[in-house]
């Protein structure tokens, strides 16, 4: 079994930072590419960031410049560095992971953690 455990949420005024952290544990041979997203309620799941097994990264338009996806593979962790944060940037924010078990190979999710941006 994989979980995918984040943190880093809360409340922070407009202009601020916040750092999410997803921790895969379990039986894992590799992570391939993580990606975060997010979701407010009753509207669609939105891409945040995406880093590959490589590094290479990928940025939603409204995130760039403000945003940064980072991975320490040695600790089977994904970060996404938020600065500049917006109270439009208010939902729960999502990781997910692309992960090969000694079973199987799919993408697996976190339980999602609430960022809030408000004075």
């Known amino acids: 079994q994989v979980q995918l455990v984040e943190s880093g949420g809360g409340l922070v005024q407009p202009g601020g930072s916040l750092r999410l952290s997803c921790a895969a544990s379990?039986?894992?041979?590799?992570?391939?590419?993580w990606t975060w997203y997010r979701q407010a309620p009753g509207k669609q799941r939105e891409l945040v960031a995406t880093?590959?097994?490589?590094?290479?990264?990928n940025y939603a338009d409204s995130m760039k410049g403000r945003f940064t996806i980072s991975r320490d593979n040695a600790k089977n962790t994904v970060y996404l560095q938020m600065n500049s944060l917006k109270p439009e940037d208010t939902t729960v924010y999502y990781c997910?992971?692309?992960?090969?078990?000694?079973?199987?190979?799919?993408?697996?999710w976190g339980q999602g953690t609430q960022v809030t941006v408000s004075s």
């Open positions: 997910s992971g692309d992960i090969n078990t000694n079973l199987e190979f799919r993408r697996y």
């Open positions: 379990g039986t894992i041979v590799a992570i391939y590419d």
């Open positions: 880093i590959t097994s490589g590094g290479s990264t």
